[in-house]
């Protein structure tokens, strides 16, 4: 493939990247047809530095890649006066296997044990799983106890102005994902000053510090994933202090002005 331009490939994660993350087998042409694109491209940019070398090791390519990470609008995503509801857990999303929802049902079997007062809600689209062709949400009903399932709501899709809202109302934010790039919603909810328990695959250093900006999580590890969950839902000085770093390094780090400076003037030394 030759082009009269430069050709520039950004990377928010392949279909390969995915397949390798979440242990699925790709077609074969897909994989292909990937490198073959990147094989051809002048220059590569990476939303992360995780994603921009597990792209290189799938693909055993040599090139370049550089880092320019997504961004946030601070001010869109800045915090509320909306009451928060206590002892509330919020996860939102596509749900779907791979961003860690039925390792959050196990986690959240064991701190119901803990904590009867704790609620989880599951904001986003059910998806059909890819290994059962089942729905998530119905898997997920089947991994919560009788009495962890009363305390667990279902919300489908919601117009994204009023993601918002919900992300306001929520005492701790719960994104316990095993396949990302550089995830929005992270940036989302750390903008909005929200208290964090993510997974610590990857990309999640990148993102977050691990006892100051929230928790990071090996999602499998379901015992100290309800552990932290309760650490924060009883603690709240500690966790007021982890939504304000969070949304402090989001201004240092991702704020969407400085993001955009970086585009502007990566895309000007090519073309310059």
């Not at 030759?2 to 994989?31: M, P, W």
């Not at 990148?206 to 552990?227: L, R, V």
């Amino acid at each position: 493939m030759k082009l009269k331009t430069s050709l520039v490939i950004r990377l928010h994660g392949s279909d390969a990247y995915f397949c390798d993350l979440e242990g699925r087998v790709q077609k074969k042409k897909n994989f292909w047809m990937e490198k073959k694109g990147l094989e051809a491209a002048n220059h590569i940019v990476s939303v992360s530095d995780f994603t921009a070398k597990k792209t290189t090791e799938i693909f055993d390519i040599n090139n370049k890649i550089d880092i320019i990470y997504n961004g946030i609008n601070i001010k869109m995503f800045s915090p509320t006066d909306i009451a928060i509801e206590e002892n509330s857990l919020l996860y939102f999303g596509s749900v779907i296997r791979k961003k860690g929802v039925l390792a959050l049902a196990k986690a959240f079997n064991l701190l119901h044990q803990k904590n009867s007062n704790a609620t989880l809600t599951f904001l986003g689209k059910d998806v059909v799983d890819v290994l059962t062709r089942r729905s998530t949400v119905g898997m997920i009903k089947e991994i919560l106890s009788e009495d962890a399932l009363q305390s667990v709501s279902f919300i489908n899709q919601v117009p994204y102005h009023e993601v918002k809202d919900y992300l306001g109302k929520a005492q701790i934010v719960v994104l316990p994902s095993y396949a990302e790039a550089f995830p929005m919603t992270w940036l989302e909810a750390m903008a909005m000053e929200k208290t964090l328990v993510t997974s610590n695959v990857g990309w999640a250093k990148e993102m977050m510090i691990d006892g100051k900006t929230g928790y990071t999580i090996d999602p499998d590890d379901t015992e100290e994933f309800a552990n932290r969950m309760n650490e924060l839902l009883l603690d709240k000085e500690k966790a007021r202090a982890f939504g304000l770093n969070a949304r402090e390094h989001v201004i240092e780090h991702f704020e969407i002005g400085k993001i955009a400076t970086k585009n502007i003037n990566y895309y000007r030394s090519i073309v310059s």
